[in-house]
């Protein structure tokens, strides 16, 4: 009999959808590296309210490397809350269901389940090992198990999760800050491996020649979240900055919930359009051009994992200036870039003014290396494959 690839099932809470590209892209990276060693699948359920209630649309999406089946199925119109958030969640259970079969029939029965996010995807794998002995394992993302954060509630959600977790094969965090909130909630399992995010490294590459500019350029990037990513603390010391010296500027690249609050807020300052430009959202090349162009990169997190945004800056040979928070110090350090604490404007106004004179003292080269290493396709898809054969189903029919 001649030896088939192991069929892993990909089930992600975040994923690329048709009405944004960005959401769980890292988990579409992660589904793309490992597809050398193994036949990827994705199952993705979408509520979308465009669909007419009780309706689901079934898409299914083939490439060189991935299996993509999309469900939108319509949400409920009652105008019972309850009622309204039970049938909802009964379709969203359904269409997995419906998913399954669809998959065993047009790929095969999966030799393994890969949960993206917990906690009701976790229920469904756990559910389907019980049934069929498929094992499962989770990759979470999530910052809700961190100290800043207060929303991982509920005696049945955390009895639930517990539980999910404790039947996996294997937990993959992606940071070992992320792994030690984790247990701290009690979410106990015997084969917890840090995994990182994975970055395009052609996408995000050096330049061979950096234009050289009469004032120095720097960027933040981010999902504008001001009670996270603190970029209101970031324009103050804008601002004091402008007021020494003016030989820079810092452009700011992203959208979210507080982009024009905070773009109100550098106005009110003086320094929007001067000082601090708001491109707005960047994606892909035109992303990957504005950070390689940078000088170097700012990040005033009050708590993370490890931001992708970090990862890209280190391929495209850039040094990050960041808060010492959550994972982000398990990979900046050394001749990385520069660790300062969070909420320390005057830290971080003091190494901004050190990284004006001395960005160029980084090694663009040594920066995408460290990348290279640690965060590329190949590096992490042989991470995930490791782990994946280590809990296959025994079958003898199986490519090892």
Sequence with gaps: ?????????????????????????????????????????????????????????????????LTEVRFYFGTSRSRVPF?????????????????LKI????????????????????????????????????????????????????????????????????????????????EKHGLKNRNYHIIPNVVD??????????????????????????????????????????????????TLIGDGIHFEKLRSYARELGIEGTFAHFSGLKENEELAKLMREAAFQVMFSRFENLPVVILESLASGVPVLS????????????????????EDEGALEERIEFLLDHHEEFSREKLREYARQHFSKEVIGKQLYDVYHAHFTNSPELNP
Excluded at 323 to 328: A, D, K, P
């Design 1 to 65: 009999m001649t030896p088939r690839k192991p069929i892993v099932l990909y089930l992600p809470r975040w994923y690329p959808h048709r009405y944004d590209p960005m959401p769980g892209l890292f988990i579409e990276r992660h589904a793309r590296s490992v597809a050398k060693y193994v036949n990827v699948t994705v199952l993705y359920v979408h509520a979308d309210d465009k669909v007419a209630s009780g309706k689901r649309e079934i898409i299914l999406r083939r490439d060189e490397e």
């Design 83 to 99: 009622l309204r958030s039970m049938s909802n969640l009964f379709r969203y259970l359904s269409c997995h269901m419906e998913g």
């Design 103 to 182: 998959i065993k029939k047009e790929i095969g029965k999966p030799d393994l389940v890969h949960v993206n996010v917990l906690t009701r995807l976790g229920v469904i794998a756990m559910l389907y090992r019980w049934m069929t002995g498929t094992p499962y394992v989770i990759t979470e993302h999530w910052t809700r198990y961190l100290p800043h954060m207060d929303n991982f509630k509920g005696s049945f959600r955390k009895f639930m999760t517990r539980m999910v977790v404790r039947n996996a094969s294997a937990v993959l965090p992606v940071t070992d800050n992320l792994r030690r909130a984790m």
């Design 201 to 250: 490294m052609e996408m995000f590459h050096t330049m061979e020649d950096v234009p050289q500019t009469h004032k120095t350029e720097f960027i933040h990037v981010s999902c504008f979240e001001d009670k996270q990513k603190n970029i209101s603390g970031i324009l103050r010391v804008l601002k004091r900055l402008s007021e020494k010296r003016q030989d820079w500027e810092c």
């Design 323 to 342: 808060t010492e928070v959550g994972g982000i110090k398990e990979h900046l350090h050394g001749n990385l870039g520069i660790l300062i604490p969070s």
